[in-house]
């Protein structure tokens, strides 16, 4: 499945090419440019990546509901267009930089990405081990009924700030990594003389990123929300179970966070 996906993927990505070509010699193609920005954006997130399983983790392992795991989906994609857009304007049209240049900055930019989800599952992590160790020392009880954590009860307004800013922090760190297809499709229409129709390609495959992750942002929290009413009523052992799950989901997302900081860091030789 996922080989299929890669290969859609590419014809759509080489599609993007002979759109940008077309308009370069005047043929026009605007909308078929922005079409296809689309469906590569859908099949890019459909492919393997960390964004995915961050976000996925995230909301298994914190009290986010299905507008909250849709709206993480959504800004981090257009943050990942954003990034796209100030690396290729900030390397190519500021400082007249290099493909080395390219290289470096997006290097920087994903090791600050990288470091910001270590922090936060490092943070979840914390959070999660407290609410666990509560639940075996009998300082909380086992709630009744349906975990308000399903996003499905009333929220805590003391959790709000809170989960907000944690809601931005996978926002980001899911979504500074470029899409390597929207920096070459950007760098191409800055070569063509059609920056501007690539700024559009790239918010259409943000669209389309979005729409993808949001799809499995939902699967995520209909899976939390099921188990949560299955395990509904069945008693102490069941919400440590749970609680246990939470904090495996959280530790995930530390370890995501931690290997590809340590990757890139050896990918940069240190540097």
């Not at 859609?8 to 005047?26: I, K, P, T």
């Not at 975990?147 to 944690?166: N, R």
């Not at 918010?203 to 992750?213: E, P, V």
């Not at 959280?250 to 990757?263: K, M, R």
Request: hydrophobic share 60%.
């Amino acid at each position: 499945v996922v080989a299929w996906i890669l290969s859609v993927q590419s014809s759509f990505f080489n599609a993007l090419r002979a759109a940008l070509a077309s308009l370069r010699d005047g043929a026009g193609g605007t909308a078929l440019l922005l079409g296809i920005g689309f469906g590569y954006g859908v099949f890019h997130a459909a492919g393997p990546g960390h964004g995915k399983a961050v976000i996925a983790a995230y909301i298994v392992s914190s009290e986010r509901a299905l507008a909250g795991g849709i709206a993480v989906s959504a800004l981090a994609a257009l943050i990942q267009a954003l990034v796209a857009i100030l690396v290729v304007a900030v390397v190519f049209l500021l400082v007249g930089g290099t493909a080395a240049t390219m290289s470096r900055t997006v290097g920087q930019v994903e090791m600050a990405g990288f470091a910001l989800v270590a922090a936060l599952g490092a943070w979840l992590v914390w959070k999660k081990a407290g609410s666990l160790a509560a639940l075996v020392s009998g300082r909380t009880a086992p709630a009744g009924g349906i975990d308000a954590d399903c996003g499905c009860g009333p929220v805590d307004p003391a959790k709000v700030d809170g989960s907000l800013t944690a809601m931005l922090a996978v926002a980001i760190g899911a979504g500074i990594r470029p899409c390597a297809g929207a920096i070459i499709v950007l760098t191409l229409s800055r070569a063509y003389g059609i920056f501007p129709l690539g700024i559009a390609a790239t918010f259409a495959m943000a669209l389309g990123t979005a729409i993808t992750t949001s799809a499995l942002a939902a699967l995520s929290v209909y899976a939390k929300r099921a188990a949560l009413r299955y395990a509904s009523g069945r008693g102490r052992g069941t919400a440590l179970v749970g609680a246990g799950a939470e904090l495996l989901a959280a530790a995930f997302v530390l370890v995501i966070g931690v290997a590809l900081v340590a990757g890139l860091w050896d990918g940069l030789g240190g540097a």
